[in-house]
């Protein structure tokens, strides 16, 4: 992945994590990719990964992040261990595609989320419907799912996140330059918690 973040993913992230403010959450933070994104504008940071070997890598970058406070914590966002409306914002990049129980995920980061609060999200997603792409996608999720930790290619996120009752503000819809064909369609914006 080393060359699509830095085609497109690196930029894309510092541009999204602008808007990170307050008390904020990280839903499969991974292994800190958009640890150096955040501003000081965070004064707290709650960064949770399920998978306990990058939650270790995690931990190792934390000392990078500009936030005023930051914590590592396991979990996954289909059950967050975390107060209702207690955060200003939850970041998501790169994740709704994997998270076993979708629509219960989002219910989890809007309970979690104040009213008002600020949903961000970058995600690869479905091609258009009745696209050669979207093809493509549906015939080759069910082994992509397997081989690659339940990440789907043909979720269609932004409808979910709408479903889910967030409001979105905006929107980017752009090709994920030098990824693989399938994987290249993404979205990536804020959602209001309505
Ligand atoms: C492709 S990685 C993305 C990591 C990071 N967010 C990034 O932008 O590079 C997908 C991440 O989602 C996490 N993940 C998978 N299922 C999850 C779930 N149900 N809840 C929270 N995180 C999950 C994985 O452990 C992994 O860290």
Same mark, same amino acid.
């Given at each position: 992945m080393a060359n699509v973040e830095d085609a497109c993913l690196r930029e894309w992230r510092m541009d999204l994590l602008e808007n990170a403010a307050g008390r904020v959450l990280e839903i $499969?933070? $991974? =292994? $800190? *990719? !958009?640890?150096? +994104?955040? =501003?000081? *504008? /965070?004064s707290e940071l709650v960064l949770t990964e399920p998978d306990v070997h990058m939650r270790g890598r995690l931990r190792k970058k /934390? #000392?990078? +992040?500009? *936030?005023e406070k930051t914590m590592v914590t396991e979990g996954s966002v289909e059950l967050i261990n975390q107060d209702d409306a207690s955060f200003d914002c939850v970041v998501g990049t790169l994740v709704l595609c994997s998270v076993r129980d979708l629509e219960g995920g989002l219910k989890e980061i809007k309970r979690v989320l104040k009213p008002g609060g600020r949903l961000l999200f970058m995600e690869h997603v479905a091609a258009p419907r009745g696209s050669r792409r979207r093809r493509w996608q549906n015939w080759i999720n069910p082994v992509w799912r397997r081989v690659n #930790? !339940? +990440?789907?290619? !043909?979720?269609?996120t932004e409808q979910a996140v709408v479903a889910a009752g967030f409001s979105i503000h905006w929107v980017r819809r752009e090709s994920m330059r030098k990824a693989m064909p399938i994987v290249r369609p993404t979205i990536r914006g804020i959602a209001h918690n309505v």
């Open positions: $499969g933070a $991974g =292994t $800190g *990719a !958009n640890i150096e +994104c955040y =501003t000081p *504008a /965070v /934390v #000392s990078r +992040c500009k *936030a #930790s !339940n +990440c789907h290619l !043909n979720r269609e």
